[in-house]
């Protein structure tokens, strides 16, 4: 995996960042660095994901999903990081195997999607570290009826993943659930790499060693310059970025299969950085889809945004047959994967050619491995990004505020929350 920062330096955009910059930005780099060691050490809140490449246990979750032979599909009831992650893994590699996750509460689709499936072959994964979130409680409610209706034991198609007490933990012994333990210390949207993202894949059949192994590689080069990391030169850049002004960072994959890990990136930056006024708002694009629809705004818009554009440099291909038709004949002879490669580039100079900030990442195949680059050089980015920020990467209270509310609203309590919904101005037009 590498990271191109060469449209962010001031010589190719309005607002860059001088090479001068990056070396006095890489003395706080490695103080960052050395915190972020010590909390790995310690095992602290958040940091601890970072240890996850050699802390998950493969085996473990193999053992885990073993008893379900042959599934024809797995759903995920979880929410958030308790299903972006796994999302990203198994919506971006091919699987005999399809994968579901009823992460929201819309009726219609929640109905849909079960009136859609063979309930006796498939496994469902309810995933919750407290074992009380509310939209993931629901929704396994109504898999579970849906089961009953059909015949089938949920009993015997249904694994957990969750803390080490609380509902699901106590299903799981009532039952005789398999189960798997979320890690401690690890914030939901910093999951992926253990039992929460990496247990829809094994039961896919996709390689997790993999996985950790690519992350690994990535763990393997965090140092204390920025210059020798390419998490940390992203997470640096974009921190650099932000203070001047590059408050939206639009992350735009040239792969459909990468379209999930924009939604999962949102995530891990929204909830991570936006505090006390602070963060980067991040924006989801996909290549070359949107060169024909955002691109116009990234480009003539307010001068407010970083273009993160993400490819890998192998790939099956396509040729585009010859043809006879004026105007055309140039695509003939090349192929899919060579014109996609062209609107990336061309996309990347349109940018630097209006002075706008973008950067380059490249892994060699949307595969395990390359996957396993991908996520933890994010999320070590993001680390990094919080303590140059001076933020409290690790916390939600916003996100906290509106379970509240809604508990509140639900009749789950007394929260002062929920009065403030009651409380809302209106100014209806019909």
Known sequence: MQVDLGNVLDTATVHGVSRETLERLDARVADAHDRIERGREASEHGYEALNLPSRTD??????????????????????GGSALGAATLTDALESDVDAYYLDNVDPEAVEELLDSLDLASTVVNVVSRSGTTAETLANFLVVQEAMADAGVDWADRTFVTTGEEGNLRDLAEKHDLPSLSVPDGVPGRFSVLSTVGLAAAAICGHDIDAILE?????????????FDSPAYAYGAVSYALAERGMLQNAMMPYAESLETFSEWFAQLWAESLGKDGLGQTPLRALGATDQHSQLQLYRAGPRDKLVTLVRATEREDVAIPETDLDGLAYLGGSSLGELLDAEFEATEASLAAAGRPNVRIEIDRVDEYGLGELLYAMEAACVLYGELANVDTFVQPAVEWGKRAARGLLGGGDFEEADAVAEKERLVIE
Not at 214 to 226: C, I, K, R, Y
């Open 58 to 79: 493969p085996d473990a979750i193999r053992d885990a999903v073993s008893r379900f032979d042959d599934p024809s599909a797995v759903v995920t009831v979880g929410i």
């Open 214 to 226: 690519g992350a690994a590689a990535q763990e393997a080069q965090l140092s204390d310059s920025l």
